[in-house]
């Protein structure tokens, strides 16, 4: 599967942005999906993730409640939703599919898109 983020830009502290990544081929439905962020200087970290169904979601402590991942299989399109917005979010966000169970492991997923960056001015 091939992905396709976007979204991303420059915004200030509270605004809110909406991510979405785009997957190529017909199985999409069968993949769990992730969105994970670098920072200039720091790893890659867990942002948030869906189970192939939309049922089962998981989210950083660092999101929780700002942020909302969701997807659309019929438009083979995953979502990020991201709210109450601020500096430390600024970040390149990515987003995977792994054809297995949810997971916040970045090593676990098979499938990365190039990411989007995100700025977020104070």
């Known amino acids: 599967v091939q992905l396709q983020a976007s979204g991303g830009g420059l915004v200030q502290a509270g605004g809110s942005l909406r991510l979405s990544c785009a997957a190529s081929?017909?199985?999409?439905?069968?993949?769990?999906m992730g969105w994970f962020r670098q920072a200039p200087g720091k790893e890659r970290e867990f942002v948030a993730a869906?189970?192939?169904?939309?049922?089962?979601?998981y989210y950083a402590d660092s999101v929780e409640g700002r942020f909302t991942i969701s997807r659309d299989n019929a438009k083979n399109t995953v979502y990020l939703q991201m709210n109450s917005l601020k500096p430390e979010d600024t970040a390149v966000y990515s987003c995977?599919?792994?054809?297995?169970?949810?997971?916040?492991?970045?090593?676990?997923?098979?499938?990365w898109g190039q990411g989007t960056q995100v700025t977020v001015s104070s």
């Open positions: 995977a599919a792994r054809g297995y169970a949810i997971s916040f492991v970045g090593d676990d997923y098979g499938y």
């Open positions: 081929g017909r199985t999409f439905s069968r993949y769990a």
């Open positions: 869906i189970s192939w169904s939309g049922g089962s979601t």
